[in-house]
């Protein structure tokens, strides 16, 4: 499978995740909905980051550099988001207002990177590169799935096992 193919697969699969949390009233659902999406959310970040955005920064071309310094940008913004929605009591209208705000960041991230970098990508890597991150990308959304169901600390409950094919 091509690297952007992959992407935007996973992409579209955190979608589902909104739109199912988006979707639910149920705060008890809600928040099992939300730990589910974290753990994928964040086998792609850290997959991305290593298959995509370390080689991006290699690049001598500046436009592809500021986008990818934007990339870790919201990542790291998103992060920051998912501490504070962690910090709030799950009962409360600041609890909900919170992952309502980190679903829309998070859209808007998916969107820009589907936009604006991911063609950018095409134009920077060759179609041997785009093969190569697409295997390191795979390879660690794996790895990183699977030290998360092993990490019983994070309580996370895989309710969704398909995630690791």
């Given amino acids: 499978m091509e690297l952007i193919d992959c992407l935007i697969s996973d992409h579209d699969i955190i979608r589902k995740f909104i739109s199912e949390l988006e979707s639910t009233d149920n705060n008890k659902i809600k928040n099992k909905i939300f ?4 753990v994928f959310l964040r086998a792609h970040f850290r997959a991305e980051e290593m298959a995509v955005y370390s080689k991006s920064l290699k690049a001598s071309n500046y436009e592809i550099n500021e986008m990818t310094l934007d990339g870790y940008e919201e990542h790291h913004l ?21 992952i309502k705000d980190f679903c829309q960041v998070l859209d808007l991230h998916l969107s820009s990177e589907e936009t604006d970098f991911f063609p950018e990508l095409k134009n920077y890597f060759n179609r ?19 030290l998360a169901e092993q990490d019983q600390s994070r309580n996370y409950d895989f309710y969704h096992k398909n995630l690791l094919n």
């Fill in 35 to 38: 730990i589910e999406l974290l």
């Fill in 78 to 98: 998103l992060e920051d988001l998912i501490y504070r929605i962690k910090n709030a009591e799950k009962d409360d209208q600041l609890w909900i207002s919170r």
């Fill in 128 to 146: 041997v590169d785009l093969d190569k991150a697409a295997i390191i990308y795979l390879k660690n959304k794996k790895a990183e799935l699977i």
